[in-house]
């Protein structure tokens, strides 16, 4: 490069520079002008909530009478429950208080590791829970399923129609016990399948079940046994046979539950 083009840009340069050590001084030099006054922006209106979308909808059923409140419907409620299972049933297997509300709990309940005997809608069945073989290797005994014969028998003759006949006729005091119990809005009906599925995921256990005792109660000694929820606990603890009798009957309630279709 010769002295000629150095001097193309060093003039260059510093023609650069001095404009902008110019606009420097013109910018400080300027007075400061009075910012405009922010505009107020109006703040956003909440979102109404939206209300749940119902997967499975039960069709509100003509009635003669209207139905009772949920404090006053004990008495409606199992009688008709008499109606379906005979009045002897009825008073052996059915905890006549709060009926609808321990119905809804304990649906609800299921697919958790306990459910509170207090809030439980029907009798706890007879005697407890046997056990065989020695005690380092304790098994389920199948004399234990018997004790849940005569409330699997029972199961077994529901006739579904009429079952779904006396749950449509009562589903808002269903409904209104679910959503008091504090859930965010949700469709009582939907939960119902939802825990239906969830029992009928329960595997079908066969052969000796290994039972530990660490404290004074039975657990099962397999850790994924013993990791499955409360409801799921029963059904193994009554045995395949009876086991597959009670999926047999939650499998046909489930298909009339989820036949009507959404609204669009």
Same mark, same amino acid.
Do not use: M
């Given at each position: 490069m010769d002295i000629r083009?150095?001097?193309?840009?060093?003039?260059a340069a510093v023609g650069v520079v001095a404009l902008s050590i110019g606009a420097v001084?013109?910018?400080?030099?300027?007075?400061?002008?009075?910012?405009?006054?922010?505009?107020?922006?109006?703040?956003?209106k909440p979102l109404p909530?939206?209300?749940p979308a119902v997967k499975y909808p039960v069709e509100a059923q003509p009635a003669?009478?209207? /139905?009772? !409140? +949920?404090?006053?419907?004990? =008495?409606?409620? /199992?009688? !008709? +429950?008499?109606?379906?299972? =005979?009045?002897?049933?009825a008073d052996k297997f059915i905890v006549p208080e709060g009926l609808v509300r321990k119905i809804v709990v304990t649906v609800d309940n299921l697919p958790e590791t306990k459910v509170a005997e207090r809030l439980r809608p029907v009798q706890p069945v007879a005697g407890t829970l046997v056990a065989?073989?020695?005690e380092d290797q304790r098994t389920l005994n199948p004399a234990n399923y018997d004790r849940y014969k005569p409330m699997v028998d029972l199961v077994r003759s529901l006739d579904e129609q009429q079952l779904m006949a006396i749950y449509t006729r009562y589903y808002p005091l269903f409904q209104d016990a679910y959503a008091?119990?504090?859930?965010?809005?949700?469709?009582?009906?939907?939960?119902?399948?939802?825990?239906?599925?969830?029992?009928?995921?329960?595997?079908d256990v066969k052969g000796p079940i290994k039972l530990t005792q660490p404290n004074v109660l039975f657990e099962y000694a397999d850790p994924k046994l013993e990791a499955l929820s409360a409801g799921q606990k029963v059904l193994i603890r009554m045995g395949s046979a009876n086991a597959t009798v009670v999926k047999d009957k939650l499998r046909a309630l489930r298909a009339k539950l989820v036949q009507q279709k959404p609204p669009a």
């Open positions: 083009e150095n001097a193309k840009y060093i003039a001084v013109y910018i400080s030099q300027r007075k400061p002008e009075t910012p405009p006054a922010p505009t107020a922006v109006p703040a956003p909530p939206e209300e003669a009478e209207p /139905l009772p !409140a +949920l404090d006053q419907s004990d =008495g409606p409620l /199992l009688s !008709a +429950l008499a109606g379906l299972i =005979g009045k002897v049933p065989s073989g020695p008091n119990l504090g859930h965010p809005p949700q469709y009582f009906n939907d939960r119902l399948v939802e825990v239906i599925d969830h029992l009928l995921a329960t595997p």
